[in-house]
Each structure stands twice: as structure tokens, then as C-alpha cells.
């Protein structure tokens, strides 16, 4: 389970950041000058050259309050609904549950914690739409109002397996936080003005009568009452998705009096058990669209083969009662955060990344199966993850965004597989070894790497490297059905022995820590 304070886990899962250079001297005071209102006196200090304002001051000035938490060392501020949680020693805050990287940490005195004007930009600026400067010749940090602006919105309905799906694409990504009640799903955005293409949406649907967009709100008006609604944000193009489904009906509840006790040598026939849920398993093919993965000698991709092989072990799982969720149906691009975000929406019992392996060997043959670690298990899996982490099919990260990527891993490492790890060490381990048996070849080994693709999943994640593309033998098996279809076996009998073991209570593999003590 995860940590009972969530936002303070998550600046506490960031522990690896250095410690601020340069000591802190004592300074003038500064002045604050809100958005509305009298300027006011803040208490400053200064370090690296660089002034810093009391965090607590400023939040008092815009109706606010500041926490320290001694045990922690992390500070909590608040100001109306909205809520950010930092420490002093990672670039990261918290901002409303979103991560936020920071040019640099705060500095702490005890309870007062002192940040730059970068700092409240990063932090504030989004939730009240101002703008902060910091004039050095008068020592003064003003904070400004913005001109809210505009972000175009469309929306799209469709419907498929149960499911109606509401898109909401964006021409930037807004703030959004939903509101879930019995008969309508309503979406604000604080800060942002919307510009719908059309005021409302008639939706000829099972479960949403119509959708109305507004320029602070749009709201989904249901049918009925018994629906089950999830809401979740993708990138690439920035979307807010809300599926919905029907909900299960509670069971019958009898008034009946209890059954008198059966008479000696009479058959008793026991009371069926209801049917359990199907387990959810989310699959990803990799690569896709310009991203065509590894290719084989005679030109067969990668990412042509892991989709078709998605598709047969769709049909083997369905057959056998799991739900299936695949994070691409075509060849098209998806992010890793768009694949993350697949699987959390579906609630996923187990994710598995699907690939095909290569090596400058062409004998190299076989199976290898990887779970999470921010540190490679060996040299060929740490070029393995540097390979596949290079497929994201977006921008290349700014200096900014790279320096701040190891404590954001970090931080989903601890909060969203810590609690899969052991799960997910005993899956790889049972998915490896019916593999070497399906291909009659001693094992590769288990193996662990900071693959981005496993980041962040809330649930046991493996990546299988089904074979080596670059084996001409094996490039020849993966082009055959047959061989997919054993596949797709294979899998899912592995699938049926991981839960089944999981129902039994089987005790999970022992999970040996990354080095450097770090997990």
C-alpha cells in the first residue's frame, strides 16, 4: 500500500538530489508586492548570489499558510484549495498532486523555507495565473496578473466492449480537475478560458445523453445512475479521457429466513460462489508508426511482428476469460506516458510490453524477460534500456527536463512499483522459465533495467524480449503464425500460474535491491 501522505512521499521518494552549494548569509529585508493589495516587508536571504524570499511570508500575503513537517523536513503550503509540498533537497514540488521540476531546491531555516522568484513561477503561476519577477536593484518580487488564456477544445464520443469513451482534445494541456457525481462528470479549469468548437454535443449512446462545453467547465450528463465513470489526462495531443461504464449491481440482499438444518443423509448442495471479476491485462506492442524498433536480416520490424503477435495473444487471453486492454491496435506512435496512462485507466492486473530482441551477434537466440530497476542488472541490459528508452516519439527533453528526470523516476519508482516489485520479480521469473522450455534453450536470466516504458505502472510490469530479431532462425519463427500462436500459449499460461499463485498465497520470489542501496 502506499504511504498514508501521498504528497509528501512523493518529495521524500526524491532523495538522491544534492544538497544546496553555497552557505546562506543573512540579508536585507525584501518586499513583496501581491497582485492586489499593499506591498508588504518578507524576510530574505541570500546564497550563490541570488536573493530568496520567506515561502511562508508571501503565502500570507496571498491568504495562505505554510507547514514544516520536523520529521520529514518538507514544508506543506496552501492557499485556498490548492496545495504544493517541497523539500530542501530535490528540485521537485508537488503541486495539487502534479509534479513540478524546479531550476533548483529551497532553502530551509528549521520552519521558514526561502525560494527564489523561479520558485514561485514554477509553483504559483499555473494555479492563480500570475506572473512573478524579481527586481534586483529594488529588491522586490511582484506578482502580476496574466490575460487568462485561451485553449480551444473538441470533443469525440465512441463506444465499444462496454465502454463509452469521451475524448476531450486541447490545443495546449489546461488544469483540470473532475467532479464526479450519480447523473454528470463535470471538468473545471481553473485559470484557462475554454473555446468549444459547439456549446453541446447530443450523444446518441447507452450511457451519455449529451455533453456540454463550456468556457470554464465541460460536463458529461449520464443515463442513469448506475455507471462507473474513470477520468484520466494522455499527451501527444494533450487529451482528457473519461470512460464509462456500466457498474455492477450490488448483490440481491435476502429477507428469507434461514434454511432449517438438512436431515441426516440428505444431499446438501453448497451455494455457488459469485464469479470473480475478469483480471485485466494490458498489452503493449512496441514501437510503432516511425518508430519501427529492431529489423531482422531478410527486413521483417519490429514493430510490425510485436503488433501482430499483440493481436494473437488478445484472442488466446479473451478466450480464456481475461480482459484485454492493448495500448495500440495500429500502427501508430504512443508515448510512454500515454502507454503508463493506458494501464492505469484500465485498472491492469499485469503489464507486459511485448518486443523482439537484437544483437550484433546473429547467434545471440532466446528469451529475456525484465522487470524495473533504476539500475541495469548487467552492461547488455543497460544498453538495452538505453535502446528502447531512445523510441519515446516526442521532442527531445531540454537540458531543464533531463536534470530532472532521475528524481522524477525516483519518485514514480517508489510510489507506483515498489509496492509490484516482489509481483512483478515472480512473473518475469515465470514467464522466463516457460519460455526456455517453449524454445528448448538453457536461460538468459531475469533481468532488471530503468526502462521508461515500466515507469510509473501501477501494477506487476514485465517488457519480454519474445526472441532476436537479428537471428535469422528466430527472425524466420517470429514470421510464422504458428510460432505466434505458441507464443500467445505460452503467455498465457504463464498468466494462469502467476495468478494462480497469487490466489494460494505462494510466497513471492525474493527481490534483491539495486546497488548503491537504492530501490
Known amino acids: 500500500m502506499i504511504r498514508p501522505s501521498p504528497l509528501r512521499a512523493l518529495v521524500l521518494a526524491a532523495a ?45 500575503a496571498l491568504g495562505g499558510t505554510l507547514a514544516y513537517e520536523a520529521a520529514t523536513g518538507s ?52 494555479v492563480f495565473g500570475v506572473t512573478f519577477a524579481w527586481d534586483k536593484g529594488t529588491r522586490t518580487l511582484a506578482a502580476r496578473r496574466v490575460e487568462t488564456p485561451e485553449i480551444g477544445v473538441e470533443a469525440t464520443v465512441s463506444a465499444a466492449e462496454g465502454t463509452t469513451k469521451v475524448v476531450f482534445r486541447f490545443t495546449q494541456p489546461p488544469p483540470v480537475k473532475a467532479e464526479k ?36 467547465e465541460l460536463a458529461l450528463v449520464l443515463k442513469g445512475k448506475n455507471l462507473s465513470t474513470n477520468v484520466y489526462t494522455l499527451t501527444n495531443p494533450p487529451r482528457v479521457v473519461v470512460d464509462v461504464t456500466r457498474a455492477a449491481p450490488p448483490p440481491p440482499v435476502s429477507a428469507a429466513p434461514p434454511a432449517a438444518s438438512p436431515a441426516p443423509g440428505a444431499l446438501v448442495v453448497p451455494t455457488p460462489t459469485p464469479r470473480p471479476e475478469p483480471r485485466v491485462v494490458v498489452l503493449d506492442p512496441g514501437h510503432g508508426g516511425t518508430e519501427e524498433g529492431a529489423k531482422g536480416p531478410d527486413g521483417l520490424l519490429e514493430k510490425d511482428v510485436v503488433l501482430q503477435l499483440a493481436r494473437t495473444v488478445r484472442e488466446v487471453l479473451t478466450a480464456r476469460g481475461y480482459r484485454v486492454v492493448t495500448t495500440r491496435d495500429s500502427d501508430v ?13 484500465a485498472k491492469a492486473d499485469v503489464f507486459l510490453s511485448l518486443h523482439m530482441n537484437a544483437s550484433r551477434a546473429s547467434s545471440a537466440h532466446g528469451t529475456e524477460v525484465y522487470y524495473l530497476s533504476l539500475d541495469a542488472s548487467d552492461r547488455a541490459a543497460a544498453a538495452l534500456a538505453e535502446t528502447e528508452n531512445k523510441a519515446e516519439p516526442t521532442a527531445t527533453p531540454s537540458t531543464e527536463t ?32 516457460d519460455f526456455n522450455r517453449l524454445l528448448g534453450i538453457t536461460t538468459r536470466g531475469v533481468k532488471q533495467a ?20 537479428s537471428n535469422p532462425e528466430e527472425e524466420k519463427l517470429i514470421a510464422s503464425e504458428e510460432f505466434r500462436k505458441s507464443v500467445a500459449t505460452t503467455l498465457a499460461g504463464s498468466l494462469d500460474t502467476f495468478f494462480r499463485a497469487a490466489a494460494d498465497g505462494v510466497a513471492p520470489i525474493p527481490f534483491a535491491p539495486p546497488p548503491n542501496g537504492r530501490r
Open 16 to 60: 538522491l538530489a544534492a544538497a544546496p552549494t553555497g552557505a546562506a548569509a543573512p540579508a536585507a529585508p525584501a518586499t513583496f508586492v501581491p497582485p492586489t493589495g499593499s506591498s508588504i516587508v518578507v524576510r530574505a536571504t541570500e546564497a550563490d548570489g541570488r536573493t530568496f524570499v520567506s515561502v511562508g511570508d508571501v503565502a500570507s
Open 75 to 126: 514544508y506543506e503550503l496552501k492557499i485556498g484549495a490548492h496545495t504544493a509540498v517541497f523539500g530542501t533537497e530535490t528540485p521537485i514540488a508537488v503541486v495539487d498532486t502534479k509534479l513540478v521540476p524546479l531550476a533548483g531546491p529551497v532553502r530551509g531555516e528549521g520552519s521558514t523555507a526561502f525560494a527564489d522568484a523561479d520558485f514561485f513561477s514554477r509553483v504559483l503561476s499555473p
Open 181 to 216: 457525481g450519480d447523473e454528470q462528470v463535470v471538468l473545471r479549469f481553473p485559470g484557462v478560458k475554454l473555446v468549444p468548437n459547439v456549446p453541446e454535443v447530443v450523444v446518441d449512446d447507452a450511457r451519455v445523453a449529451r455533453l456540454l462545453l463550456r468556457p470554464a
Open 333 to 345: 506512435s504512443v508515448g510512454f506516458q500515454d502507454r503508463t496512462a493506458t494501464a492505469n485507466a
Open 402 to 433: 533531463n536534470a530532472a528526470l532521475r528524481d522524477l523516476d525516483l519518485i514514480l519508482w517508489d510510489l507506483a512499483q515498489n509496492q509490484h516489485l516482489t509481483a512483478s520479480s515472480r512473473l518475469a521469473e515465470i514467464i522466463q522459465g
Open 450 to 469: 530503468p526502462l521508461r516504458v515500466l515507469i510509473g505502472v501501477n501494477a506487476p510490469a514485465v517488457l519480454v524480449e519474445v526472441a532476436f530479431i
